[in-house]
């Protein structure tokens, strides 16, 4: 079945820089991949998706590139805003029916 | 408030025992998951349904674990004999009929096996 890696598992950066999660999968055969954001004692929320027939999408601050060769997908936030701080996950959703696969996550800290 | 829903939001109980959480999805989704998340991981995959149909279920899943959508609505959850080892934030979600793989989570069921 589908694995999903990411890194890093915590990331600091100071208000206004730019921030870079970074995920694997190991099924080629996925075609979907949200990341979703989840603040603390709250529920997980979609910020961006791509499918597998797109290579890069962007929504504000917000963009998400997908190399199918490599089985890469990452996430970039720009001009970080403290709010940004948050538990950041990545998925893959699998051929087989709807099931999605999750990474580990990863938290990020804005400082301002 | 039109999203997923989940009852109860938490629960304490004592090993041994049994429980049963309650998830009903936004109205017009046909798919709902169940997945469990601990602290500091990814929601986990438990198990999936369109309308009433249960597609798959985790390998993961043991035998005390079981759920339902007897309507193709509401969906419930059931843990048997529970462990402290079961002790998790339990999710829920739900997806449109077709065309969007979109899930939409409920804000959890926390339980605690003591």
């Known amino acids: 079945g589908e694995n999903v890696e990411q890194h890093p598992s915590t990331l600091s950066v100071q208000e206004g820089d730019s921030a870079v999660i970074k995920c694997t999968y190991s099924?080629?055969?996925?075609?979907?991949f949200p990341w979703y954001k989840q603040e603390l004692g709250k529920r997980p929320q979609l910020i961006i998706d791509?499918?597998?027939?797109?290579g890069e999408k962007k929504d504000q601050r917000i963009a998400v590139t997908l190399n199918k060769t490599a089985k890469h997908f990452s996430l970039h936030i720009t001009e970080t805003q403290p709010e940004d701080s948050a538990v950041y996950f990545c998925?893959?959703?699998?051929?087989?029916?709807?099931?999605?696969?999750f990474g580990p996550g990863t938290s990020l800290s804005v400082i301002p | 408030d039109t999203g997923v829903s989940q009852d109860p939001r938490h629960k304490i109980t004592k090993r041994g025992q049994n429980v049963t959480f309650r998830c009903d999805p936004i109205?017009?989704?046909?798919?709902l998951y169940w997945y469990r998340q601990t602290l500091g991981q990814g929601p986990e995959f438990l198990t999936y349904?369109?309308?009433?149909?249960?597609?798959?279920k985790s390998r993961l899943l043991s035998d005390r674990f079981s759920a339902e959508r007897p309507k193709g609505s509401f969906s419930t959850l059931e843990i048997q004999r529970t462990e402290q080892g079961d002790s998790a934030m339990y999710l829920c979600?739900?997806?449109?009929?077709?065309?969007?793989?979109?899930?939409?989570f409920g804000p959890g069921t926390r339980l605690t096996v003591t």
């Open positions: 979600a739900s997806s449109a009929r077709t065309g969007s793989y979109e899930q939409y």
């Open positions: 099924d080629s055969a996925s075609n979907y």
């Open positions: 791509i499918r597998s027939n797109v």
């Open positions: 998925a893959a959703k699998e051929t087989s029916y709807d099931k999605v696969i």
């Open positions: 109205s017009e989704h046909n798919r």
């Open positions: 349904f369109q309308n009433e149909a249960q597609l798959e």
